[in-house]
């Protein structure tokens, strides 16, 4: 986890390692802390990974106790997963919420591993105004507004649902 924060390749400091995303670190434990004890607990830390178009965005979290006056322990942990996941079910509660509560009318589409429509319920004619002959055999692609969606966008739904049991897309469709 470090290494990406590391300028010239070598992690022979901490406190030069994380200098960029956390300048404090270094003055919080010279000052004011005990001889031994918690320094910071659990601190969150937004870094940027890589370069270019292999830049990626990650949360990590940091803590650090103070063994003794020479002596110190960090723990670091990637967060970025856990918040991506407790965002995705923050959404699936909402929608789920808004369906439970009063939405008495939704479109549900089950698809294939290649994206073609295999099940779908009774309100798809309702709300798109495509019949069932007329889904039957498409892809996801069909419910989009000419040139709206790519095959590769319609992967990334199939993906999405793979990984997390479900993909949820909300916007303007095609009738």
């Known amino acids: 986890l470090l290494m990406p924060l590391s300028r010239d390749g070598t992690l022979d400091n901490l ?3 994380l200098r960029e995303v956390a300048p404090d670190l270094q003055d919080l434990l010279d000052t004011g802390t005990p001889a031994s ?3 910071c607990d659990g601190r969150q830390l937004p870094v940027q990974i890589g370069q270019g178009t292999r830049s990626e965005a990650r949360l990590l979290s940091f803590s650090l106790i103070r063994i003794d006056p020479e002596h110190c322990m960090a723990l670091l ?3 970025t997963e856990q918040v991506r ?3 995705r079910l923050r959404q699936q509660e909402a929608w789920l919420g808004a369906i439970l509560s009063g939405v008495t009318d939704y479109a549900l589409v089950t698809l294939d591993p ?3 429509v295999v099940e779908w319920n009774d309100s798809i004619q309702r709300i798109s105004g495509f019949s069932h002959e007329a889904v039957h055999g498409q892809t996801l692609a069909l419910f989009y507004p000419p040139d709206s969606i790519t095959p590769e966008r319609v992967l990334d739904h199939l993906r999405e649902a793979d990984q997390s049991g479900c993909s949820l897309d909300e916007g303007w469709r095609a009738r």
Do not use: I, P
């Open 114 to 116: 290649g994206g073609g």
């Open 77 to 79: 942990q990637d967060l």
């Open 15 to 17: 406190f030069t390692a």
């Open 37 to 39: 004890g918690v320094v």
């Open 85 to 87: 996941r407790e965002h």
